[in-house]
Structure formats: C-alpha cells, structure tokens
Nanobody
Framework: QVQLVESGGGLVQAGASLRLSCAVS???????????MGWFRQAPGKEREFVAA???????YYTDSVKGRFTISRDTVEKSVYLQMNSLKPEDTAVYYC?????????????????WGQGTQVTVSS
C-alpha cells in the first residue's frame, strides 16, 4: 500500500502564493519514480477536477485555468511532489488532493489514479 500526505494549505488573500507538498510512503514507495503524480481539487458542491500532473519523464499537464500560475514538480529522492500556486484567485478555493497513478504515462482522469491523499484545504479570500 502507498500513503500520500498533503500539507501546505491555508487561508490567503487573492494574489498570494502557496506551495503544497505531498509526501509518499509505503511498502511500494520504491517504485515512486515510475508513478504519474497528480493534483486534483474539489470545491463545495462541485465534482473533483484535475489540476496538474507530472509523468516520470517530467512531462507536465495543467488544466487551462491554472496554466501560467501553478507549477507541479517532483523530487524522486525525497519521494515528494509539489504544487507551487501563484497569483491565487478566489475560484481556486477547494480541497486539494494529491494522487498517484501506477501508469507512468498517466494523465488527467481521476478514475485512473490508484492512491489518494486526504486532502488539504486552500481558501483564497477576495
């Protein structure tokens, strides 16, 4: 089993920055380098939506609303993935989830992800 633990959420004003972290642990963590890692978010009353993903090759994908503002990265040694969020907007308010897909060529579909964290709350005030 693989465990994912997010941190770094909080309450900020519009225009501020936050950096989310996701630490990966568990008995199969030695294969972390082969996982596609993703960030998703879910706002109240809405479905969970894709935010960003990074493949083992380093290729990254973003939803259109965060392009140019958010950056996903991973550290294979630390077995962690990060989401740097700049120029935050009130519409970015949501619970943010880290997820791992064992397919190294994974992408945007949440149903394809195998492991999920508990989420961290991000609230952006106007």
């Amino acid at each position: 089993q693989v465990q994912l633990v997010e941190s770094g959420g909080g309450l900020v004003q519009a225009g501020a920055s936050l950096r989310l972290s996701c630490a990966v642990s568990g008995r199969t963590v030695s294969t972390f380098s082969t996982y596609t890692m993703g960030w998703f978010r879910q706002a109240p009353g809405k479905e969970r939506e894709f935010v960003a993903a990074i493949r083992t090759t380093g290729t990254t994908y973003y939803t259109d609303s965060v392009k140019g503002r958010f950056t996903i990265s991973r550290d294979t040694v630390e077995k962690s993935v990060y989401l740097q969020m700049n120029s935050l907007k009130p519409e970015d308010t949501a619970v943010y989830y880290c997820a791992a897909e064992t397919n190294p060529f994974g992408g945007r579909r949440p149903e394809n992800y195998d492991y999920w964290g508990q989420g961290t709350q991000v609230t952006v005030s106007s």
